[in-house]
Nanobody, 116 residues
Framework: QVQLVESGGGLVQPGGSLRLSCAAS????????MNWYRQAPGKERELVATISSGGTDTNYADYVKGRFTISRDNAKNTVLLQMNNLKPDDTAVYYC?????????WGQGTQVTVSS
């Protein structure tokens, strides 16, 4: 079964950094684009970043460009989100997602809180 498990969230001060990790299993990871989403309290879930199957193409939401970097290690079936210069507005639950065989699979999410 497809499984996505996020980790790495936590409490960080503004300007700080976190690295989120998503461990994937149950599907041919290296053949699929991967995505990070986030959802803040009272807001819609929004796409943060996307990475192509080979890791060569990436896309970011405007509000994270220059601060976040998505990457993947196909040998380890993991996708990472390096988050630098974090802002309070980045506070959200961050989710890893893949569309596999025409359905979306989500991880359980990991909480990121940016606060002084």
């Amino acid at each position: 079964q497809v499984q996505l498990v996020e980790s790495g969230g936590g409490l960080v001060q503004p300007g700080g950094s976190l690295r989120l990790s998503c461990a994937a299993s149950g599907f041919p990871f290296s053949m699929y684009s991967m995505n990070w989403y986030r959802q803040a309290p009272g807001k819609e879930r929004e796409l943060v970043a996307t990475i192509s199957s080979g890791g060569t193409d990436t896309n970011y939401a405007d509000y994270v460009k220059g601060r976040f970097t998505i990457s993947r290690d196909n040998a380890k079936n993991t996708v990472l989100l390096q988050m630098n210069n974090l802002k309070p507005d980045d506070t959200a639950v961050y989710y890893c997602k893949v569309r596999y065989l025409f359905r979306d699979y989500w991880g359980q999410g990991t909480q990121v809180t940016v606060s002084s």
